[in-house]
């Protein structure tokens, strides 16, 4: 039988241990984060496609407007001082004009119902799928 003290001091001791997991927790992906912001490297290029096909690759530092005609409707790519964004496209959702601007290998933006992906990408030999990594005996 616990006496209302003794369950006080449990309470207050399992709070100061959820408070500290949190805390913990918190720290990690703070740490992730900083990780992947500062080792990723700056894209060199951006690849548009079009319902899976390549319709173009544009150099991420020259600065252009890039019409993009997609599958139900035009999306308007803006390249700008090392960044891509998409500035309008005419597509019911808009999502992909609310994706922000990518600079980053990986990083891309998506317009579903148009079928345009907007990719950076590196260097071309570095890209490349079509590369060895390793032969096996």
Known sequence: MLYCGEAVMKEKKS????????????LIGL???????FTGQNGKSVEVSVD???????????DRKVEIQGLNGKNYLVIENGEAYMEKAECPDGLCVNMG????????????????VVKIVGDEA????????????
């Open 126 to 137: 570095e890209e490349s799928s079509d590369d060895i990594d390793i032969i096996v005996k």
């Open 101 to 116: 601007k990518i600079s980053r290998q990986g990083q891309s933006i998506i317009c579903l119902p148009n079928k345009v």
């Open 52 to 62: 899976g096909k390549t319709v173009g690759l544009y150099d991420l530092n020259t």
């Open 15 to 26: 709070l100061k241990q959820d408070i500290i997991l949190i805390s913990a927790f918190v």
């Open 31 to 37: 740490l992730i984060l900083l990780f992947v912001f």
